[in-house]
């Protein structure tokens, strides 16, 4: 059994942006909404060049029955097709629309929702709102599905813990729609025939008895004094077995049931010190980054922005990629960790916090030497990328994209061959 208390203390201060409302963002000028992703995904366009579509108008259909729509996130004209290569999607195709109108998305009054939907129509309304879950970007009419027909867990979380620094947008969502989200993890446990459902929150007092005043507090499940990476957040008697689901696809199904709504926006934290305000941000599918930046008053010294979070976001340079489904936050800082190569000082910290028993300096040390055959023994393939070792070493290595890289190698064939001392072409 492997430690799992290793690891860094979660932060509880994620900054100004929770204390803020969400900021809608309508002013965007052209979207661009991915019809293919690599060869994972095809779409067949439904409107040529020029076309004009409605917000919420279909650009794209599934090749594949399993698969939802693509659904335009402005009104606008269809501008053409463009080729994006995405750090984290890969290579799109995109359609893009030009915006011609002003949509101020509406606050809508909590409806009567139909209280007699069949699992079977909450996972068709579903699939056909083209929902994807924020926490793994996968379609959330396949998790609800394969839950209900194999293997059903006997709880649903609410995953709302935003375990590294700066995110905030669940607790935000949760602030401004959490009876929607609320009503949305009910019809998701409903259609996958899960009996229970919990909320999983990590944030301070104040802000759990915020949404307690919402929530039954016998629904909120509080992580307390929790460690980067967060683990064992099942109840006890369902450790490993549970269920998880995002804020935001709870609450597109909200919308998707009770006003046929497709998921074409979405939230995210937007935060760093090269901004003048940390917001959260609800934003148009296909919004390129540099809008929301500008939206919160990106200055001219950024040293480093972010895809993702602070410990295990993505570097990026290009700030015209769109922001698209399971993009949650964006960080722009001004005078980032220097990550460099510098020599270990053999202080032991990486190891130290390791959750899965690694000896990353150890792992760095062969791989960077390509010892490459000594490197099997030290399992760099278990290696998740947490980046908590990254975080703590005070030489600033970027520890964790190594031992992340000596665990490429190590399933790759190269790897094999140099280590395999009998092999002999
Ligand atoms: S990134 Fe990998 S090596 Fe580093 S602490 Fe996390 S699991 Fe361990
Ligand atoms: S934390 Fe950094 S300096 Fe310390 S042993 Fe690990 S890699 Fe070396």
């Not at 090749?63 to 995405?86: K, N, P, R, W």
């Not at 729609?177 to 007092?205: C, D, F, N, S, W």
Request: glycine residues 8%; contains cysteine.
């Amino acid at each position: 059994m492997k430690d799992f208390k290793r690891g860094i203390p979660m932060t509880l201060e994620k900054g100004s942006a929770p204390n803020r409302p969400i900021k809608v963002l309508t002013d965007v000028s052209r979207v661009y909404l991915p019809l293919t992703y690599g060869n994972v995904r095809r779409l067949t366009p439904v409107v040529a060049d020029y076309d004009t579509v409605e917000r919420g108008g279909m650009l794209g259909k599934p090749t594949d029955q399993d698969d939802a729509a693509l659904y335009s996130s402005v009104t606008g004209v269809v501008a053409g097709m463009t080729h994006i290569q995405h750090p984290i999607y890969g290579e799109l195709t995109c359609s893009a629309v030009d915006r011609i109108l002003t949509e101020e998305p509406v606050e809508e009054p909590l409806p009567q929702m139909p209280d007699d939907l069949t699992a079977e129509q909450i996972i068709a309304a579903c699939h056909q709102a083209g929902i994807v879950d924020e926490l793994d970007g996968v379609q959330l009419h396949t998790k609800l599905r394969s839950w209900a027909d194999f293997d059903t867990p006997p709880c649903l979380l609410l995953d709302a813990i935003e375990a590294e620094p700066y995110q905030s947008c669940a607790y935000a969502v949760l602030k401004a729609y959490g009876r929607q989200v609320l009503i949305g993890l009910r019809l998701a446990a409903k259609a996958a025939g899960i009996p229970m459902t919990r909320l999983l929150l990590h944030t301070a007092e104040s802000r759990v008895r915020k949404m307690a005043a919402q929530f039954d507090p016998n629904d909120i499940r509080e992580i307390k004094r929790r460690r980067y990476p967060v683990f064992n957040k099942e109840p006890s008697e369902y450790e490993g077995k549970c269920g998880f689901v995002g804020t935001q696809a709870c609450l597109a199904l909200y919308r998707a049931v009770a006003f046929g709504a497709p998921h074409i926006d979405g939230f995210l934290t937007v935060a760093g010190d090269a901004l003048e305000t940390s917001y959260n941000l609800q934003v148009p599918f296909g919004t390129p980054i540099e809008d929301a930046l500008q939206a919160c008053g990106i200055g001219k010294n950024v040293s480093l922005l972010l895809i993702g979070d602070a410990l295990t976001g993505v570097e990026i340079t290009d700030r015209s990629l769109p922001i698209l489904p399971g993009m949650t936050c964006l960080v722009a800082l001004r005078d980032p960790i220097p990550y460099r190569v510098r020599s270990c000082i053999g202080c032991g910290q990486c190891a130290a916090v390791c959750h899965k028993g690694l000896l990353p300096y150890e792992i760095a040390k062969r791989y960077e030497n390509m010892q490459y055959e000594r490197l099997t023994a030290l399992e760099p393939e278990d290696c998740d990328g947490c980046g908590v070792c990254s975080a703590v070493c005070p030489a600033h290595r970027p520890i964790a994209q190594t031992v992340l890289q000596a665990g490429e190698s190590a399933e790759g064939t190269i790897f094999v061959n140099w280590g395999d001392e009998s092999w002999n072409p």
